[in-house]
């Protein structure tokens, strides 16, 4: 793989930045700063109920089932509707532009993130393969001091399809100018990341970064459970 390998594409959330981390933090900031719309609620309560919700509509979201802007406001409002708390109508949109800004704001990496990156940076290019908000994503890079790495940010918000929608994988393989054959996608989600760009022509190394994705076993998939594991490999 090293020989041909000129250009690698990372997923962000969950590959590079540890986006459960940064969530739970940004989230338990919202329950503190409307804590009277919290009352009778504990924050433990609340970001249960979000982090389930919030994983359908990404579902969703990744189906073509569900706009970005829609994601973004019914995640809280159906959160807050399961809770049963009461809300004024223009809560929703206000609570969702303060989570994207505290969140954006959040530095915690994945382990052995900033090193694998120092690794890799003056053997490849590198870039992002994201569903995520092109602004959201650029501001969590900077945040995390990682942006300087990347030399291409591909974004669903660009293409107008998300992951796994073989159309995002074969922009990305337009903007890096590369053959596929010269492109290592690297990212933590099987059904999303891995195995759309192995149906693409891209090889993929799949980041196990999941209790849950520990437990699969995926024959003929390239797989770490350790960032810097691709010392080894590439």
Known sequence: MKDQVKMIYFDLDHTLWDFESNSQEALKWIYQKYGVVFRGTSL????????KINKQLWEMYRKKELGQQELKLLRFEITLNALKIK??????????????EILSKQKLLVDGALETLEYLKDKYELGILTNGFRKTQIDKMKSSGISDYFSILVSSEDVGFPKPDEKIFNY???????????????????????????????????????EESLQIQEKDVLSISKLIELKNIL
Do not use: Q
């Open 44 to 51: 433990d309560k609340f970001v249960e109920s979000y982090k």
């Open 87 to 100: 809300h004024r109508e223009d809560l929703i949109e206000e609570m969702n532009s303060t989570y994207l």
């Open 172 to 210: 990305a393989i337009l903007m890096s100018k590369k053959s596929k054959d010269e492109i290592v996608y690297i990212g933590d989600d099987l059904e999303n990341d891995i195995l759309p760009a192995i149906k693409c022509g891209i090889d993929a190394i799949w980041f196990k970064n999941h």
